[in-house]
């Protein structure tokens, strides 16, 4: 992406430290966007934050847990500290354990999944907004999934989690539209991530001969976007139209036909 004038413009990425957060922060660096980078895990965050520094962008690593809520004002304080108020989160940061028939599922592990997954998500975007209310601009994006809208059998913690995301997206956009605060959700479908990885891996047991069946054909065939091209569709639509559109949940191709936004297939 063509580097622009961004140079007072600060974003944090969550989950930022693989996957389609961290081809989200190198995309926004490439931007010029100043980039925060949170995740619970301090190696892959220096990584992302180091391979920023060498292109010439800027990059912070904030090691924390976005469902302890301290953790995330914690952060949040020291970005504003360092650069000023951010303009957006992405709120990316998701686990899909635990997988298998929900009957079965440790309670504590499903109860985990919606911490991170939604209650994760909204204590970041608490944190958020509540600045960029204050000084009336800011683009908050949550990424979802199809599985909050459809039944997928045997993942149900992340369904339900994202589903939850997926309201709640809408109704902190109605809430802060009046602000001049945008707040949108990007299910970006089926992408090449270690999550996907991880699921062609899952045992027939835990989600079923057809469902492991899918996972697999699908990146034999070639059906998995590259994070890369997600990565940088997220930053140009933060760049460009996040501030014109709001209360919007949907895929790639979604946005492509409501708001003529194409996506780099």
């Not at 504003?80 to 929900?102: F, I, Y």
């Not at 459809?150 to 339900?160: E, L």
């Not at 994202?162 to 479908?189: C, M, Q």
């Not at 079923?208 to 590259?226: A, N, T, V, W, Y």
Request: proline share 5%.
């Amino acid at each position: 992406m063509k580097r622009t004038d961004r140079k007072h413009s600060v974003a944090v990425v969550t989950g930022a430290g693989r996957g389609i957060g961290k081809f989200t922060a190198f995309a926004m660096a490439d931007a010029g966007w100043k980039v925060a980078l949170v995740s619970r895990t301090r190696k892959e965050l220096e990584a992302v934050r180091d391979q920023i520094d060498g292109k010439g962008g800027e990059a912070t690593c904030h090691v924390g847990d976005v469902s302890d809520l301290g953790s995330m004002r914690e952060m949040w304080d020291k970005v504003c500290e360092r650069w000023g108020d951010p303009d957006c989160l992405v709120n990316n940061a998701a686990v899909v354990e635990p997988v298998g028939p929900a009957v079965e599922a440790d309670p504590s592990s499903w109860a985990r999944s919606v911490e991170i997954n939604l209650i994760g998500a909204f204590f970041c975007a608490r944190t958020a907004l509540k600045t960029m209310v204050a000084r009336r601009r800011g683009s908050l994006l949550n990424i979802v999934s199809g599985m909050g809208e459809k039944i997928f059998p045997f993942f149900s913690a992340y369904s339900v989690s994202k589903a939850g995301l997926i309201h709640l997206t809408r109704v902190l956009a109605e809430e802060v539209r009046p602000h001049g605060v945008t707040v949108n959700a990007l299910d970006p479908g089926l992408v090449h991530t270690d999550m996907q990885a991880a699921l062609r891996g899952l045992p027939a047991e835990a989600v079923g001969e057809e469902m492991r069946s899918r996972f697999r054909l699908f990146h034999e065939k070639g059906m998995l976007k590259p994070p890369e091209l997600v990565g940088s569709w997220i930053a140009a639509f933060l760049s460009d139209r996040a501030r014109e559109i709001t209360g919007e949940v949907g895929s790639l191709s979604d946005f492509e036909a409501r708001h003529g936004i194409p996506f780099p297939y």
